[in-house]
DNA sequence: GTAATTATATCGGATGACCGATATATATAA
DNA sequence: TTATATATATCGGTCATCCGATATAATTAC
């Protein structure tokens, strides 16, 4: 329990399947894109066990072009994150104005 | 990381001052409200420790009647709400449909 | 008055999300 | 070619969330 009464830790999984369903991206940019909502930076150490996880889940595909990974959902990721979605917007009905 | 691709741990303490800022509520009210939005039931051993740490956060007022206790949000906790929430907003933005 | 039920509370332990440090590999700069 | 920067990855350890079991206290049923 922050002072912020919250930490939305174990959202992270959810919150690159999101990201990845608007736009293909590599680690970085997931990283980046994550700056800019949180307003922190996720440590590699926290990231990218995390895209792992997605990936042995079968929720993501990766595509290496020299140093960098581009992450795309898959059919299964697809479906994963609809699930999610709808558990989310139900679980938080109300909560976005 | 489950199958639905997150467990959302760590946003309890977040999702009770949001329903307790809409209704007070006493423990039992908000373990069926949670019932209703995540399809499960809290643990009494997950709950009430919550509503603690709310509590002693100095987030939540308390009313005892008899065997029930009704939480209603304090000043402070209304303005953590407040921050927590836009912070969520922030996170989760194209989430909701 | 005793038993059963309900609401609240605590405890020990397990899980896993997370971080910092570090490692590797590729690309760029000098 | 050597050095630096960038992207990805792993490891060890910490901490908070969470659960199941159990406890307490008040209410209701009998």
């Given amino acids: 329990m922050d002072e912020e009464c919250c930490d939305m830790r174990g959202m992270l999984g959810f919150l690159i399947l999101f990201l990845v369903s608007k ?8 990283a980046d894109e994550i700056i800019k909502r949180k307003g922190e930076k996720p440590s590699p150490g926290t990231l990218y066990p995390a895209i792992k996880n997605l990936r042995e889940a079968g929720f993501l595909d990766e595509v290496k072009e020299g140093k960098t ?8 990721g697809k479906k994963a ?15 976005f104005p």
Same sequence: chains 1, 2.
């Fill in 23 to 30: 736009k293909p991206m590599h680690g970085k940019e997931i």
């Fill in 81 to 95: 994150l609809t699930v999610a979605k709808r558990k989310f917007c139900k679980i938080f009905l109300g909560v």
């Fill in 69 to 76: 990974i581009t992450y795309t959902l898959t059919p299964s």
